[in-house]
């Protein structure tokens, strides 16, 4: 299906870097950090899985030479973990040499629970030789995420802790929002006891205000975490964050291959069904 672009442009920053580049460098100029994410996921043949690692190493040196800032984000399907994990593994390892030199850092999005064992045995073997090149994300709706959040804390890793994108059933995954902050917040007292640097990815404000509260209750500094949101969502709240000397940085997504993402978003919040419509009238 070739729906057009005008549809996403809420969502995802544009369908190139060019596109993008502009609108990470606005973010910027407010104090506000970025991740790129360069959009698609689930791909299953090599000679498309090998472009987009070509893709990954030329954001890295265009970042780097457009001296943004701005880190990276990767979903493992996109490097060939449907195809072979051995193949996947170089492509992570080649991307990750290239970061170490650059000086750049990857986060390894988490994807549906089929890959959360994998994912997190690949980061694992990766931030044994990339160190503080590579970050995770962990789902604070999945069970298995009492033990997995001490298992990663315990060796220090740069965890972006966020609720859960993908539709998973009640054996898997917790499905009521209030059993899901509950976790969410536990997890997040680990992280801030155990990791140098967590990650907050949420717009909910009865987190952001609770983290909040509880660093102060704790006199934990605005400088030991981050709070991190999606593009197109609460930049003015990120804006403030950032002038109060919070860290704040948004995830930018740009590419062709929008729709799997577009459609989450969709389908997480009616307001942005609404965004959407709002969008297509006005053009
Ligand atoms: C930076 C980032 C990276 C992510 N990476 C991943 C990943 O790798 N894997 C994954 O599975 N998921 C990822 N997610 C998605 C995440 O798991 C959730 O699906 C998504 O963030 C929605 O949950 P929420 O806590 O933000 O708010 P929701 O649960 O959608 O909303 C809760 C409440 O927050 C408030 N709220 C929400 N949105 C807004 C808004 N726009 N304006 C005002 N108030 C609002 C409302 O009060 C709402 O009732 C990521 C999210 C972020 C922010």
């Not at 509880?214 to 006199?219: A, R, S």
């Not at 003015?236 to 740009?254: D, K, L, S």
Request: glycine share 4%; hydrophobic share 40%; charged share 30%.
């Amino acid at each position: 299906m070739n729906l057009p672009f005008v549809l996403a442009k809420r969502f995802v920053a544009g369908e190139s870097f060019e596109d993008a580049e502009p609108k990470v460098k606005k973010l910027n100029d407010k104090k506000i950090k970025v991740t790129l994410d360069l959009l698609g996921e689930n791909v299953k043949d090599k000679k498309m899985a090998d472009e987009t690692v070509e893709k990954y190493l030329k954001l890295l040196k265009s970042i780097h030479s457009s001296q943004i800032d701005s880190t990276i984000s990767i979903k493992l399907t996109m490097m060939g973990l449907d195809i072979d994990e051995n193949y996947c593994r170089d492509n992570l390892f080649r991307l990750l040499e290239q970061a170490k030199k650059l000086d750049q850092f990857v986060r390894i999005d988490m994807e549906g629970s089929d890959y959360t064992q994998v994912t997190i045995d690949l980061f694992r073997e990766a931030f044994h030789s990339y160190g503080n090149h590579v970050g995770i994300v962990i789902q604070a709706y999945l069970h298995r995420t009492k033990d997995d959040i001490p298992d990663l804390a315990g060796i220090g890793a740069d965890v972006r802790l966020c609720k859960g994108a993908y539709k998973e059933p009640e054996q898997i995954a917790l499905q009521q929002m209030p059993a899901i902050r509950e976790a969410f917040k536990e997890y997040v007292k680990i992280l801030l006891e155990k990791t140098p640097y967590p990650r907050i990815a949420t717009h909910d404000d009865e987190l952001i205000d609770w983290v909040n509260g509880y660093t102060e209750d704790n006199n934990i500094g605005r400088e030991r975490y981050e709070f991190q949101m999606l593009y197109g969502l609460r930049e003015e709240t990120m804006a403030r964050f950032a002038e109060n000397g919070y860290n704040a940085r948004i995830y930018v997504p740009y590419g062709t291959m929008w729709l799997p993402y577009f459609k989450r978003r969709l389908m997480e919040r009616k307001e942005n069904i609404w965004f959407v419509l709002s969008t297509m009238f006005k053009n």
